[in-house]
C-alpha cells in the first residue's frame, strides 16, 4: 500500500483489513510528514525519496518518524533512497547506515487460514469500517475494494472446495478399481 504522507493515511487501515501473509506500506516517495502513524498489524515499511527531474525533496524529520514508528511497533525498516534528481549522489544511507530489513514471514498455516475463511467471516470487519464522519465518496469506493476483495476470496475458496471435491471422486474410483 503506497502511503507518500499524512493526506493517505486512511489507506493504512484498509490494508490492515486484508488478509495477507506480509502487509507492507511503500512509503515512495515519501513527500509529506505522516504524522502518528499506527504501524500495529503491519509488518514491512519501505521509505524513499522522490527521484526525476522536478523530484520534491524528503526532510530526514519524516524518515525519523517512520523509523521510530517502526521501531515501537517492530515493523521492519527498509530505506529505499534519499531521491532527488541525481539520486546516486544522494545515496541510501540514513545516519551513515543502510537498512535493509525484511519483515518475517507469517507461518504458512496462517496464509492457509486466512485464504479458507468461510465466506461470512470474509465480510469487511466492523472494527475495519471507516469512521462516521469519513467523506461518503471515499467510504464507498473503501467499501467497493473490500466487498470486491471479500468476491475473490469467496470464489477462490469456492473454486478450491470445487477441485478438492473433483479429486476425492476420482480417488474413490481409483480405489474401487484398485
Same mark, same amino acid.
Given at each position: *500500500?503506497?502511503?507518500?504522507?499524512?493526506?493517505?493515511?486512511?489507506?493504512?487501515?484498509?490494508?490492515?483489513?486484508?488478509?495477507?501473509?506480509? &502487509?507492507?506500506?511503500?512509503?515512495?516517495?515519501?513527500?509529506?510528514? /505522516? %504524522?502518528?502513524?499506527?504501524?500495529? %498489524?503491519?509488518?514491512? /515499511?519501505?521509505?524513499?525519496?522522490?527521484?526525476?527531474?522536478?523530484? &520534491?525533496? *524528503? $526532510?530526514?524529520?519524516?524518515?525519523?518518524?517512520?523509523? @521510530?514508528?517502526?521501531?515501537?511497533?517492530?515493523?521492519? =525498516?527498509?530505506?529505499? +533512497?534519499?531521491?532527488?534528481? $541525481?539520486?546516486?549522489?544522494?545515496?541510501?544511507?540514513?545516519?551513515?547506515?543502510?537498512?535493509?530489513? *525484511?519483515? /518475517?514471514?507469517?507461518? &504458512?498455516?496462517?496464509?492457509?487460514?486466512?485464504?479458507?475463511?468461510?465466506?461470512? !467471516?470474509? +465480510?469487511?470487519?466492523?472494527?475495519?469500517?471507516?469512521?462516521?464522519?469519513?467523506? !461518503?465518496?471515499?467510504?464507498?469506493?473503501?467499501?467497493?475494494? @473490500? =466487498?470486491?476483495?471479500?468476491?475473490?476470496?469467496? $470464489?477462490?475458496?469456492? &473454486?478450491?472446495?470445487?477441485?478438492?471435491?473433483?479429486?476425492?471422486? $476420482?480417488?474413490?474410483?481409483?480405489?474401487?478399481? /484398485?
Amino acid at each position: *500500500m503506497s502511503v507518500e504522507d499524512e493526506r493517505v493515511l486512511a489507506r493504512v487501515d484498509d490494508l490492515r483489513c486484508v488478509p495477507a501473509a506480509v &502487509r507492507f506500506l511503500s512509503c515512495e516517495p515519501l513527500v509529506g510528514p /505522516v %504524522g502518528a502513524l499506527d504501524l500495529a %498489524g503491519i509488518d514491512w /515499511v519501505m521509505v524513499g525519496g522522490e527521484s526525476a527531474p522536478g523530484a &520534491r525533496p *524528503m $526532510q530526514i524529520e519524516w524518515v525519523r518518524e517512520l523509523f @521510530r514508528a517502526c521501531r515501537k511497533s517492530e515493523a521492519a =525498516f527498509f530505506f529505499k +533512497q534519499w531521491g532527488g534528481v $541525481q539520486k546516486h549522489r544522494t545515496g541510501r544511507e540514513l545516519r551513515g547506515k543502510t537498512y535493509d530489513e *525484511m519483515p /518475517v514471514a507469517k507461518r &504458512r498455516s496462517d496464509r492457509l487460514q486466512a485464504v479458507a475463511m468461510p465466506s461470512d !467471516s470474509l +465480510q469487511p470487519k466492523s472494527d475495519c469500517a471507516l469512521p462516521p464522519d469519513a467523506d !461518503s465518496n471515499l467510504r464507498s469506493a473503501s467499501l467497493r475494494r @473490500r =466487498f470486491a476483495l471479500s468476491a475473490v476470496l469467496r $470464489q477462490r475458496a469456492s &473454486r478450491r472446495s470445487k477441485l478438492r471435491a473433483g479429486l476425492g471422486e $476420482q480417488l474413490s474410483v481409483i480405489g474401487e478399481i /484398485v
